[in-house]
């Protein structure tokens, strides 16, 4: 049966902006985060997917209690994680863990290994005893093939790929029941990015532990992801599961993405959509459906009324008015 973990519903992050320096006047927000909804399930993957700037990582940071929010709810485990002080925050840190992009920089170079992977354990509410840590360290190590003596190295005694494996170990330390995954793979070289795809993989069926995936290359989200969300612009656009979304996307934006990264795939090769212009600034984003002046299907309602995010059936979701037209391309 499915069991919520995280429940994100409404979820807002403005940035204001300001005019002036002694007398500082706002004049308009950045809209980073705008009204995202979507749920992370036990022993599941919930995969983010969008081009740079849309705001993926600020919701990662969010969830992560590293910003705070300007609205809406994220719920862990039934409660309100974004009301959390003092002792009941320090106590749910442990549960909600992050790996980073870039493991030259997410660990520090003066620490040995093993005080690396420690370090979220012994500053824990209930550490454990010394003999526990140590042997904690050594089953993690091991769980992420690393050799038994890792410990007493530093990270630049490792490769990029064995760096990733190490910073993997720390965010299992405090045994987690969920793992933010800020684009894990993307600073690796390629060969190398399949085998912690898989190390990650092999962990989650090991420990059911839920992880939420934030990428902007699809192939990487689809191939890990039990659900995918593409956000655009502070918003998600269409949330399906992984192979529906694959087989049978809608919304324009998600079927440009996949046309781009799979042009050979059987179910987008009819279309090669190739989208004019950038990404908008989300200082003032364009009215009503954001996507709409890069979207080849735009008509005039489309730039006066925003779309709802519907249910069209088995989880999945989108945000776009001719839906029903869409689905027929
Ligand atoms: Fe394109 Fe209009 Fe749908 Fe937005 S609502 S995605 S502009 S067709």
């Known amino acids: 049966m499915t069991e919520e973990l995280l429940a994100v519903r409404d979820l807002k992050k403005h940035f204001p902006v300001t005019k002036g320096i002694i007398f500082m006047k706002e004049i308009g927000a950045i809209k980073a985060v705008d009204g995202v909804n979507f749920t992370v399930n036990r022993g599941e993957t919930f995969g983010l997917v969008g081009e740079s700037g849309c705001g993926k990582t600020t919701t990662a940071k ?49 620490m040995r290994v093993k005080d690396i992977i420690a370090e979220p354990i012994v500053v824990s509410v209930n550490a454990p005893s010394k003999t526990a840590v140590k042997e904690k ?27 990733q494996r190490i910073a993997i170990a720390r965010a299992l330390a405090p045994d987690p029941d969920l793992i933010v995954l800020d684009e894990p793979v993307s600073g690796l070289d390629v060969s190398i990015r399949a085998q912690i795809m898989n190390l990650l993989r092999d962990i989650q069926d090991r420990l059911g532990i839920s992880y939420l995936l934030i990428a902007h290359d699809l192939p990487v989200v689809q191939h890990m992801s039990t659900w995918v969300g593409v956000m655009y612009l502070g918003t998600l656009v269409e ?88 689905r027929k391309i």
């Open 62 to 110: 969010l969830i992560l209690l590293m910003e705070r929010i300007t609205g809406g709810t994220i719920h862990y485990k039934g409660r309100d994680i974004s009301l959390l002080r003092g002792s009941e925050l320090k106590s749910h840190r442990g549960s909600v863990q992050a790996v980073f992009q870039d493991p030259f920089s997410s660990l520090s170079p003066r």
């Open 137 to 163: 360290i050594a089953e993690l190590l091991q769980l992420v093939g690393l050799r038994k003596d890792a410990g007493d190295l530093y990270p630049h005694e490792f490769s990029g790929g064995q760096r």
């Open 239 to 326: 949330i399906a599961g992984s192979e529906e979304l694959n087989e049978n996307p809608v919304h324009p934006y998600t079927k440009a993405l996949l046309s781009a990264a799979l042009p050979h795939h059987p179910a987008h090769i009819r279309e090669e959509i190739i989208l004019p212009g950038e990404v908008p600034t989300p200082f003032n984003p364009p009215e009503a459906c954001k996507f709409h002046p890069r979207c080849f299907r735009a008509r005039d309602i489309c730039s006066s009324v925003p779309p709802l995010f519907r249910d069209i059936g088995g989880g999945h979701f989108v945000a776009c008015h001719f839906i029903d037209d869409l």
